[in-house]
């Protein structure tokens, strides 16, 4: 019996708190769904997966935190989203008892999340790693296209069905938690975390792009970005510097510069998704009726980058700092903290510099003067 078949008469059986969506055979149709849906029991859900904020492989997933309150929030930015077949499919929610806490419950995707599945992404030819990557941006161009951004975009929220299929989940799950933090508190995963948003200002789309960027980098490498460092106020600070995870040997180069272009430090210069979608889509299909050889030769070499590149083994350390957290969270600083470093720093760095340049003009004076 397949799981939507297995919910629906679950819920029909139990009445409790939380509610449920029931979503017909031909697929993600509003009109098909009840005005008051009846109740979702904790009690069938015994396979949870991604406690805690972000991700789970399917089923039921991530806790709300005892507030009931981002429900509405949650389901209006998923019923946005209805048509694209990259979003996860979202039930409804479910309490459990005992916690108080309410989760939320999806379709079920049999592979995990992406997170689980980088050792055999980076064994996969170039075409399997693009089709991959087109899925997922294609979802993150149809969130965009609704005026809303995910807000917590990393590979524990992009889930992985089969061998190559791709569903981005917890839209909006994230909401209703920014929405009770204090002013200069951040909440996330830092690795994927745009440096703006660490500094403290809005997110936007182009925050979206940057933790894209780092899922790039995840397919070159095989591992989360920064797996070997603390995830912590350090980490922030030399991401806001201008650190990024180190390029990966025989990566094609027309990646490493897209790649590059999505974490631009300054998000102005990142492209949007409708841009990043156009140009994947150039390297996976030849336009119709074209043969390689019609094309220009600046998207030939950039397809045969990909035909040639080899499929090798990094020697980066697979094994996560102890410290490394790749579940969202509250950090334990705050965006203000973040900038009077960073502030101290540059006014440390401009001193130093001015007090060269003194010196190497004295220099230069008893030169003059034959001193």
Known sequence: MSLSRTVTCDLEAEASEGFFFPKEATGCIKENFLSRPPSGPHSFYTNLIGMGGGGGGGGGGGGGGGRGGGGGMLWKY???????????????????????KYMAVMDYANKGN?????TRIVESGWDQKLCMLYEIISGLKNIHNQNLIHHDFHDGNILNHDESKIFISDLGLCQPVKSLLEEHNIYG???????????????????????????????????????NRAHDIQLSLSICEGERPEII??????????????????????????????????????????????????????????????IGHNNLATESHSQACYTSRLLNFTSKQLNEILESKNSQTTVQVSEMLVSEDLNECMLKLGM
């Open 189 to 227: 995963v830092v690795p994927f975390m745009a440096p703006e948003v660490l500094r403290g200002k809005p997110y936007t789309p182009a925050s979206d792009i940057y933790s894209f960027s780092m899922i790039m980098w995840e397919f070159t490498s095989g591992i989360p970005p920064f797996n």
């Open 78 to 100: 998923h019923e946005s989203c209805l048509d694209s077949y990259e979003i996860i499919y979202f039930y409804g929610f479910t309490k459990n008892p005992d916690t108080l």
């Open 249 to 310: 040997e025989n990566t094609p180069q027309c990646y490493v510069d897209l790649m590059k272009k999505c974490w631009d430090e300054d998000p102005l210069k990142r492209p949007s998704s409708k841009e990043v979608l156009e140009i994947i889509l150039e390297w996976t299909s030849l336009p119709r009726g074209k043969k390689i050889e019609d094309i220009n030769e600046e998207l030939k070499c950039n397809i045969m980058e990909f035909i040639n590149a080899p």
């Open 114 to 118: 992406l997170r689980g599945n980088l």
